[in-house]
Nanobody, 115 residues
Framework: QVRLVESGGGSVQAGGSLRLSCAAS????????MGWYRQGPRKQRTLVAR???????IYADSVQGRFTISRDNAKNTVYLQMSSLKPEDTDVYYC?????????WGQGTQVTVSS
């Protein structure tokens, strides 16, 4: 069984920063891509950022230059440093981990940015 534990969400004023963390544990076989997605009420889940085993990051256009994704392979942990936050960044953020066979999701963490 695979478990993803997210932390770091919360409330912040516009222009502020938050750092999300997601630690994977359990029967994961060769983690490939790790990433973060977001989802608002009655909306589809969309990519925020993901990072490959070789540390190549991909960002959504809306967060390029403001968010930084990183990973610690020894700890099976992925991070999302969010800076210059905007009210439109408000959403539930979900950690995603893909290994050779499966696609796993965290429980979600709320990020709220007030103006």
């Amino acid at each position: 069984q695979v478990r993803l534990v997210e932390s770091g969400g919360g409330s912040v004023q516009a222009g502020g920063s938050l750092r999300l963390s997601c630690a994977a544990s359990g029967s994961i076989f060769e983690i490939k891509t790790m990433g973060w997605y977001r989802q608002g009420p009655r909306k589809q889940r969309t990519l925020v950022a993901r990072i490959t085993t070789g540390n190549t990051p991909i960002y959504a256009d809306s967060v390029q230059g403001r968010f930084t994704i990183s990973r610690d392979n020894a700890k099976n942990t992925v991070y999302l440093q969010m800076s210059s936050l905007k009210p439109e960044d408000t959403d539930v953020y979900y950690c995603n981990v893909r290994d050779s066979y499966n696609n796993y999701w965290g429980q979600g963490t709320q990020v709220t940015v007030s103006s």
